[in-house]
């Protein structure tokens, strides 16, 4: 474990290889079976209320029933703000291309310039998960057999997983965070090296 200022960063974020391989997987991380779909910051709900008109028309039938009944968001069990899925699967805000991939309909309206929110930054941030507690936020590699070609990918291509994930990483702790990281990074290569 690493800490930089209140974070406490697992080994695994600078020792897994890992660049996202959609051709492979197929978008599986918004369509995994479960209970709730993609963790949220408090202040992103109300995001995700104002998105809601410019996706709607991307959303599935059922997905738009679903909101319609439980909204954008909602607590679970451990009183964490989480997206609804559709019939135990799909995140709300998921929709499939003609190739039968599972893509975000939030991401979409963004890269056509219809909105300024990316999407949640626990989705932007995934395999990474982050867990905030009283004195800490534990940041930590969500390892998942889903995620098999992305680690194969990432070992081919030289790339780290902090490094695949350096605009999100920025985007959740700051510039000066994640310059603290990647001098980590170097220190732990130049021990490991030894």
Not at 12 to 24: G, M, R
Not at 55 to 60: A, E, G, I, M
């Amino acid at each position: 474990m690493v800490q930089i200022d209140d974070t406490i960063i697992s080994l695994d974020i600078f020792e897994k290889e890992f660049i996202c391989d959609l051709s492979d997987c197929m978008g599986a991380c918004c369509n995994e079976e479960g209970d709730s779909g993609a963790p949220l910051d408090a202040d992103e709900v109300e995001k995700l209320k104002e998105v809601l008109p410019i996706v709607w028309d991307d959303l599935t039938p059922a997905a738009k029933e679903v909101i319609n009944e439980r909204g954008v968001a909602f607590k679970d069990f451990e009183g964490e703000w989480v997206t609804p899925v559709v019939n135990g699967r799909d995140c709300v805000f998921t929709y499939y291309d003609k190739g039968g991939m599972c893509l975000c309909a939030i991401e979409k309206a963004f890269r056509e310039g219809k909105t300024d929110f990316y999407k949640p930054i626990s989705c932007h941030l995934y395999p990474i998960r982050c867990k905030k507690y009283p004195t800490f936020t534990a940041v930590n590699y969500h390892k998942w057999g889903i995620c098999k070609a992305a680690e194969l990918l990432g070992k081919r291509e030289g790339v780290k997983l902090y490094q695949f994930l350096k605009e999100p990483l920025i985007k959740k702790f700051g510039e000066a965070w994640y310059e603290q990281l990647v001098i980590c990074a170097e220190e732990l290569k130049q021990m490991e090296d030894k």
